[in-house]
């Protein structure tokens, strides 16, 4: 489809594994976003890519989140040694321009729970 | 550091009845951003609007309207003759203005409105 596309939808994993969440942007946006949503909370910002500049990785919570994107466009976030705490909706959104005018268009996000 | 709150959590109103959903925010920036949000059962965050700090028109689209404040630093959001498939969560957002930053949105914790048949 012509939307964010977002993979798996649903990943249920023991602590201590590793997982990979996937995020296919609208074909041409330049910017990408991911943000977590825990149970009942706000969207909490994780990390920042927009075309071949350095991500802003800030709200990343710890060194075991990264996230890479390839070639400017499908993003990989990965969170190592997965914790309970970890679980919560990964949401992925694009967006066409880097001004802060610009409206995100996001996936329908991954959900983790972590047992 | 900028910081957007909305006070209430959940709301439940009987359907064709009008709801207010409040937001204030906080930032220094002169130059800045407001957004809405919806996010349906099905999860993916739905754009409504975006209103620019130099602009406090308020704004009416169908049966949805807004009204920005400068003075009280609130961006409400009312709905008209609620229906039943209004129920979803909102979020308002504030942009993070800066080179680097980009279309980067903070956002409040959200509004779960149930529009009750």
């Known amino acids: 489809g012509a939307g964010v596309s977002q993979s798996p939808s649903n990943k249920v994993t023991e602590k201590g594994k590793d997982v990979e969440l996937r995020c296919d942007p609208i074909s041409g946006h330049t910017a990408l976003y991911w943000y977590r949503q825990s149970l009942g909370q706000g969207l909490e910002f994780l990390i920042y890519f927009q075309g071949n500049s350095a991500p802003d990785k800030s709200g990343l919570p710890s060194d075991r989140f990264s996230a890479e994107r390839t070639g400017g466009s499908v993003s990989t976030l990965t969170i190592q040694r997965t914790q309970q705490e970890d679980s919560a909706v990964y949401l992925c959104?694009?967006?066409?321009?880097?001004?802060?005018?610009?409206?995100?268009?996001f996936g329908e996000g991954s959900r983790l729970t972590v047992l | 550091a900028q910081k957007v709150t909305q006070a209430q959590t959940e709301i439940s109103v009987v359907e064709k009845e009008d709801v207010t959903l409040d937001c204030v925010y906080e930032?220094?920036?002169?130059?800045?951003?407001l957004f809405w949000y919806k996010q349906p059962p099905s999860g993916e965050l739905v754009f409504l609007i975006r209103?620019?700090?130099?602009?406090?028109q308020n704004e009416i689209s169908g049966r949805y309207s807004w009204n920005f404040q400068k003075s009280t630093s609130s961006f409400n959001f009312t709905i008209t003759a609620s229906q039943v498939v209004d129920s979803a969560v909102y979020f308002c957002?504030?942009?993070?203005?800066?080179?680097?930053?980009?279309?980067?949105?903070?956002f409040g914790e959200g509004t779960q409105l149930t529009v009750n048949p």
């Open positions: 957002a504030l942009s993070e203005r800066g080179e680097t930053s980009g279309s980067r949105l903070t």
């Open positions: 930032t220094r920036d002169t130059t800045y951003y």
């Open positions: 959104a694009s967006a066409s321009t880097w001004r802060p005018t610009g409206e995100l268009f």
């Open positions: 209103r620019n700090s130099f602009d406090e």
